[in-house]
């Protein structure tokens, strides 16, 4: 169902989105009046920078399964957590304590022990969230069967024990496929193919043996006797994308437009020299163009203003691409790039 679209002036400029489709863990959206360059950086960092939380850290404290200590802590690590308002947990590479703290992680604990003659499962709602956490939602193990097990951990027999303290933190799926917010993302522009960005392998006819998608029908197929046009540019773009369901498939969206926002500000902040209460964007010291303190290359103004400084040079900055042993050289003698070259 498209929604209805409220004209700015008239005029019909910027992207504009289009939901077609919502639930609880998918959204079907277009944006058009953009460019592919914009959606396609939407694509990847929904795909792998919007932040959620994830086992991290696994303490065993008895495990008598047949599964070995390793395999648990995998599955632990990938049951989906609740990472509502995980802007309230801090990187624990920011955080002032030694390893983790309430601050930077949510910590769960798991006890299980069989004591019949079947076989026990251990589920995801076994596992128990610490009360002392950023907030009252981020942690809590992710449930959606209708019996309300969640994921499957291990199996235990009569005398097996599996006892874990879990520690969950920040991340994103760029440091480990974990931390993904989502499980796919369909991503489709053209869908007539229009500006021949596919050449299609075929046998006897394309438009039998490759069927359009369901997007073709938001576009006017091209005619026969259209000519082709060089100058196009797609301008339409087809979003399919289902949450893992450790964040809601819409604040995913939303939270990849903000991190997207914030690295293209920090791209800003570094080519203006502006900085934002004075620690650059988002906290980053931005470099100084205008030559008040920046990096500097020893090939400005032939290396007239040149002065190496700790932190933009290397403790040989005089010895120019020398190494800790000295010249040009090797503990083993002078190579074909010392200053004794080989003849």
Known sequence: MEFDEMALDAEDAGPRVTIREVSSSTVDFTIRNSD???ANSLRRTVL???PTLAVDLVEVEANTSVLPDEFIALRLGLIPLNSKNVEDVLYTRDCECEQYCELCSVTLTLHARCTGDEIMKVYARDLVVADSRPNEFVGL???????GYGSVICKLHKGQEVRMRCVAKKGIAKEHAKWAPTSA???EYDPHNKLRHLDYWYEEDPVKEWPRSKNADW???PGDAEPFDYDAQPSRFYFDLESVGSLEPD???QQGIRVLQQKLALVIGDLTGSEVDGHGVNGHVAADVDGFGGPKSPDLDDGANYDPEQGFTTPY???GGASAWGGGTTPYGATPYGQNGWS
């Open 36 to 38: 592919l360059a914009f």
């Open 48 to 50: 792998a920078e919007v």
């Open 141 to 147: 193990p992710i449930i959606t069967d209708p019996e």
């Open 185 to 187: 993302v369909g991503f």
């Open 219 to 221: 576009e006017e197929p």
């Open 251 to 253: 604040a995913i969206v």
């Open 317 to 319: 900055a005089n010895g």
